[in-house]
């Protein structure tokens, strides 16, 4: 008889961090291409992609600052896991 081998799920918190990050990182390409459709398909408002247009996109320090939590949340996860 096998049992099925137990994985430790990944919190919901590096799920949502790690979706962010894909998020602005799509905008920020779409941005560049001046693509609107592709903003709009991301679920951002006109108003939205007007304000993001007229800061530059998503600051690479925000993308950052979520990869270090991820990182930080992690490690918490493996130090419970042992």
Do not use: W
């Amino acid at each position: 008889m096998s049992y099925p081998v137990s994985s430790i799920p990944v919190p919901i918190d590096i799920i949502r961090l790690e979706q962010a990050n894909a998020m602005m990182r799509s905008a920020n390409l779409a941005l560049a291409r001046d693509d609107v459709s592709t903003l709009s398909a991301l679920g951002f408002s006109h108003q939205h992609i007007g304000e993001l247009k007229q800061k530059g996109g998503f600051r690479s320090s925000s993308i950052a600052q979520n990869t270090r939590m991820i990182t930080r949340l992690r490690k918490v996860g493996d130090a419970y896991a042992q």
